[in-house]
C-alpha cells in the first residue's frame, strides 16, 4: 500500500518564527489533506490539496503530486500553533486515506 | 447537525465484553471513516462506508470488530470480547465525498481494564 512519511518527527520554536514541515508519499494520490491535532486530541482539518497551492491565514500549503511530496508552511507561529501536524493521503485505486506518523510541534513563548 | 458527533466521549470496560460506538456524521455526507488511535501514535484505518456501496473493511484489526451504517447516517462499531489492546480512542470522520476533506468527531476514549 501507500506509504506516508513526514518530516521532521519534532520541532521546537519560538514564538514568531516561520517553519516548513514535509510529506512524502509513495504513489499516485487523488485525495491529500493536512489536519493539526491540538493538545486536547481534536483533529481540525487544514487544508484538502491532492495538487497546487492554497492559503488560510498564516498557514499554507503546497501540493506537487508529480514529485509526490506536499509542504505546509506555518508563518509567525503562535503558542496556540504547537500539537501534532499529521499528513493523510489517498490513493487512486482504493477509498483507504492513510496518515504520516505526524510532526509534533511545541512553540515556546 | 453542525459536526460528526460521537458517543459515549469515554467508555471504561471490563475485558472479555462488548461494546458499541456510535458516531453522527454531518447531514449530506455520503463518506464516514472510522480510525483508531493509540496513545501518542498516528491514525490507523479501520473501516470506510460511501453511501450504499459495500464498505472497505480492510482495515478491522480481527473479526472481533464489526461496524455497520445505515444509508448515509448513524454508524456504530462494535468490539467483542474486549482486550487491553483495544484501549485507545476511536475516531470518526465524515465527508461530502471521497476525494473531499474530513471532518472529525472528537472521539471515543475506550479503556479495557
Known amino acids: 500500500g501507500i506509504q506516508v512519511e513526514q518530516s521532521p518527527p519534532d520541532l521546537i520554536l519560538q514564538e514568531g518564527a516561520n517553519s516548513t514541515l514535509r510529506c512524502n508519499f509513495s504513489?499516485?494520490?487523488?485525495?491529500l489533506q493536512w489536519f493539526h491535532q491540538n493538545p486536547w486530541g481534536q483533529l481540525i482539518n487544514l487544508f484538502y490539496?491532492?495538487?497546487g497551492t492554497k492559503q488560510n491565514g498564516r498557514l499554507s500549503a503546497t501540493t506537487v503530486a508529480t514529485e509526490r511530496y506536499s509542504l505546509l508552511y506555518i508563518s509567525s507561529s503562535q503558542t496556540t500553533d504547537s500539537g501534532v501536524y499529521f499528513c493523510?493521503?489517498?490513493?487512486?485505486?482504493?477509498?483507504?486515506?492513510?496518515f504520516g506518523a505526524g510532526t509534533r510541534l511545541f512553540v515556546k513563548a | 447537525g453542525a459536526g460528526v458527533s460521537q458517543s459515549p466521549s469515554n467508555k471504561v470496560t471490563e475485558k472479555g465484553k462488548d461494546v458499541e460506538l456510535r458516531c453522527d456524521p454531518i447531514?449530506?455526507?455520503?463518506?464516514l471513516y472510522w480510525y483508531r488511535q493509540r496513545l501518542g501514535q498516528g491514525l490507523e484505518f479501520l473501516i470506510y462506508?460511501?453511501?450504499?456501496?459495500?464498505?472497505?473493511k480492510s482495515g478491522l484489526p480481527s473479526d472481533r470488530f464489526s461496524a455497520e451504517r445505515t444509508g448515509e447516517s448513524v454508524s456504530t462499531l462494535t468490539i467483542q470480547r474486549t482486550q487491553q489492546e483495544d484501549s485507545a480512542v476511536y475516531l470518526c470522520?465524515?465527508?461530502?465525498?471521497?476525494?473531499?476533506?474530513?471532518?472529525f468527531g472528537s472521539g471515543t476514549r475506550l479503556t479495557v481494564v
Open positions: 470522520a465524515s465527508s461530502p465525498a471521497f476525494v473531499a476533506g474530513y471532518t
Open positions: 504513489d499516485s494520490v487523488n485525495n
Open positions: 490539496i491532492p495538487s
Open positions: 493523510a493521503v489517498g490513493n487512486t485505486g482504493g477509498f483507504k486515506t492513510i
Open positions: 447531514s449530506g455526507h455520503t463518506a
Open positions: 462506508f460511501q453511501g450504499n456501496s459495500a464498505p472497505d
